[in-house]
């Protein structure tokens, strides 16, 4: 994720933002995806600033949305969103109230349901009145609203020295249409209409008098979109949720699908899977999940790579459309402004006003000094998942272009290194991307260039793949250099990265040469990778799964006892789902598959206290009996890598690899997790072929087989 330095949002300052006298619950906010647009709301249904809203094309064109019933704010009775992450519903009751002529409404006498949706960038609201009172009731409701048209970093906490101008808005009887120009010469828009006239309508507040027969109800319709098209209506409703499901469905169909003998288990991984559909976006070059919501709704070099790396043996075609759009937005040049070197992968792409105009770099930017070796790592794992070489081979030009760039990179040192070009990038660019999050053990910030361990592994991993995709290709020569390269890199790593006094991998080595000798969770990508020699992965596995680094809910970034611990920072002491996962592979990779179950176990409850999301990140204090984890205050949610987690370590549990050149599914040890006797994958595709895979318990061990109608087509190698 892109944290903006010393210039992030600062939870103390979101809180603060909030109206505190309203009976808001800060960590229930609720999104809404589709496309480039997304809503973010608390469980009334309410848009009331802060961090939330209605924002297209990363621009809040709705700052401001909430309903009133007799002048005063409803009281909650519920909200959910559908399992399919399209309809978000709020059910509310009046407090007591005064109807219009005067007479006196008791509380919950009025039942209020919110139904909301967004399709082909409109908000569609559904808001029905049901009177359960004796008596009819003529009932005032407000839908108080504003727009700012702030840029998402402006919302996130930038300043901004000039902004451009907002119009007076244009009134009409069922419409209201504000108006902001913008610096960039773009007019952005926001046109909220009715499905009747307000009795009275200004440039904030529409307000009804709605006449409800006891036991009756009456409906009203509300879009919100870039400009006044036909009245709101039921069949405007009925066929824009028709549509949106269908879509999702469409998006959620691609893949292997799994089911367990957990209900509560196949409820998360629902979720999880509703998720991760929900975050991905169709883009010319195929689909794309976006990082999460709200800070992140948008394409992230690294975050779309991890995401379709806990995908992979699920659905390929998301690491198609990933390594697609990627190799399509390489760099070509050097832009100090941007961090962009030829050969370099994005980090993060924006499409607001301030990017724009270029008062910050990330328009398109490049400071991620892991993406690139990541994106490599993708393609190879791709090609192996898949056999695919036909795309492999479109994209090889792509592919030796990222070499050439990290290659470049670790020119001088051995070591790919970031030190940000200009002030206005990132000071720290590998995933830990805060200000504070690389430091020494005495508390000194180092100066740059920069080598992170877990980056050093990453481009092991890239080389050793590139070295077998060369060789099939008939690149011996290449292969063999890379494959030099790759063992240069192993060498070095285990020579300069470990500590004999923590028994233990430094997190980077700073521009002096000096090794940060800090114990942190990115020792346990290298893991992942298989670059330790297994000695050193068993003492870097015991300690990761020791009390300083596994809070009993998932795996914290740092240790507890290093100096700038905090369990409630970002990056320095939290948990991040996706972290634990990769881990967790890591584990596996090394034998430790039992410690894995139990990683997934935590990880499984942490969703369950999370209502079956789980969050970016969550605070890492120490699990007590009784209590719940304890939510960070402005994480993204949802998140796609944190939704893919559930998918990685089930994976790392089930012990599976599918080998796209041979045709083969192979098992080795497989584990189920906890309270889990049977799973089956249904439509796993291996080449041309798509089989239903089951895990049985069966006393204490766990078998493997595929279903009757699969026998002879896949062969199926398990290694217990």
């Not at 995806?33 to 973010?40: A, L, P, R, S």
């Not at 600033?49 to 297209?56: I, L, V």
Request: with cysteine; proline share 4%.
């Amino acid at each position: 994720m892109t944290e903006l330095d010393e210039r992030k949002l600062d939870p103390a300052v979101a809180l603060a933002s909030l109206d505190e006298t309203a009976p808001r619950e800060p960590h229930r906010l609720f999104a809404l995806k589709q496309g480039d647009c997304f809503v973010v709301a608390d469980a009334y249904g309410d848009i009331r600033g802060a961090g939330d809203g209605f924002f297209r094309d990363d621009t809040r064109v709705l700052s401001e949305f909430r309903l009133t019933v007799g002048g005063r704010q409803t009281s909650l009775l519920g909200a959910s969103l559908s399992q399919d992450n399209v309809l978000f519903t709020s059910n509310l009751t009046n407090l007591p109230i005064q109807s219009a002529g005067g007479r006196d409404i008791s509380q919950g006498a009025i039942h209020v349901e919110r139904v909301r949706l967004i399709w082909q960038d409109r908000l569609f609201e559904r808001i029905t009145l049901s009177n359960y009172s004796q008596e009819t009731s003529a009932i005032r409701i407000s839908l108080h609203f504003a727009a700012d048209f702030r840029d998402m970093f402006e919302v996130r906490g930038s300043t901004r020295a000039k902004r451009g101008t907002a119009h007076a808005a244009k009134i009409d009887a069922t419409s209201v249409l504000l108006r902001y120009d913008g610096l960039d010469g773009l007019a952005r828009l926001s046109a909220i209409s009715f499905s009747q006239a307000p009795d009275q309508l200004t440039d904030s507040r529409a307000d009804f008098l709605v006449a409800v027969t006891k036991r009756s109800s009456k409906v009203l319709y509300v879009e919100v979109g870039s400009e006044v098209v036909e009245t709101p209506d039921r069949d405007r409703f009925r066929a824009a949720a028709a549509r949106a499901r269908f879509g999702m469905r469409a998006k959620r169909r691609h893949g292997a699908t799994v089911h367990s003998s957990g209900r509560v288990f196949n409820d998360w991984v629902e979720r999880a899977r509703a998720d991760v559909a929900l975050l991905t976006t169709e883009l010319a070059t195929g689909p794309y999940p976006y990082a999460g919501i709200p800070w992140f709704s948008t394409a992230f070099g690294r975050d779309g790579v991890i995401s379709a790396l806990q995908m992979l043996w699920l659905n390929p075609g998301l690491a198609r459309g990933v390594l697609a759009f990627l190799a399509q937005h390489q760099a070509t040049e050097t832009s100090p402004f941007s961090d962009s070197q030829p050969g370099k992968i994005m980090h993060e792409t924006r499409k607001g006003e301030m990017a724009a105009l270029r008062e910050l770099p990330f328009g398109r930017y490049y400071g991620g000094v892991d993406t690139t070796p990541l994106y490599i790592h993708l393609a190879c794992a791709y090609a192996e998942r898949t056999g695919d070489m036909d795309f492999i081979d479109t994209l090889w030009p792509s592919l030796k272009a990222a070499a050439e760039w990290t290659e470049e990179a670790s020119r001088e040192t051995g070591f790919v290194t970031y030190q940000r070009a200009a002030e206005s990038g990132l000071a720290n660019q590998g995933w830990k991307d805060s200000f504070d999050s690389v430091f020494h053990a005495d508390g000194r910030i180092p100066k740059g260039p920069i080598a992170l361990v877990e980056v050093q592994g990453y481009v092991f991993a890239a080389f050793r793949g590139l070295a077998a995709l060369a060789r099939r290709r008939g690149g011996y020569a290449e292969a063999e250099h890379w494959e030099e390269r790759a063992e240069e890199i192993r060498i070095a790593v285990e020579r300069d990265f470990w500590v004999d006094d923590l028994n233990f991998y430094a997190l980077a080595i700073d521009g002096a040469g000096e090794p940060c000798k800090v114990r942190t969770s990115n020792a346990g990508h290298l893991l992942f990778v298989g670059l330790p020699q297994p000695e050193r992965a068993k003492l870097v596995a015991d300690q990761l799964l020791s009390a300083p680094f596994h809070s009993g809910w998932g795996l914290r970034t740092l240790a507890d006892d290093a100096v700038f611990f905090n369990p409630m920072s970002y990056h320095n002491g939290s948990i991040w789902p996706h972290d634990t996962a990769i881990c967790g592979v890591g584990l596996a990779r090394y034998g430790e598959r039992e410690s894995v179950v139990r990683l997934m176990s935590g990880t499984f409850e942490s969703a369950v206290h999370f209502n079956m999301r789980l969050p970016e990140l969550f605070c890492g204090f120490t699990r007590a009996p009784g209590e719940a984890p304890i939510a960070y205050p402005v994480a993204c949610l949802p998140q796609a890598w944190s939704a893919g987690s559930a998918f990685m370590l089930m994976q790392a549990c089930l012990g599976l690899e599918i080998d796209g050149w041979e045709g083969e599914v192979r098992v080795t040890r497989p584990r189920l997790p906890i309270g889990i006797d049977m799973l089956t994958l249904r439509h796993l595709t291996v080449g041309d072929r798509a089989v239903d895979l089951t895990f049985q318990r069966v006393g204490d061990r766990v078998v493997a087989f595929l279903a009757d109608r699969h026998e002879g087509l896949v062969p199926l190698i398990v290694r217990t």
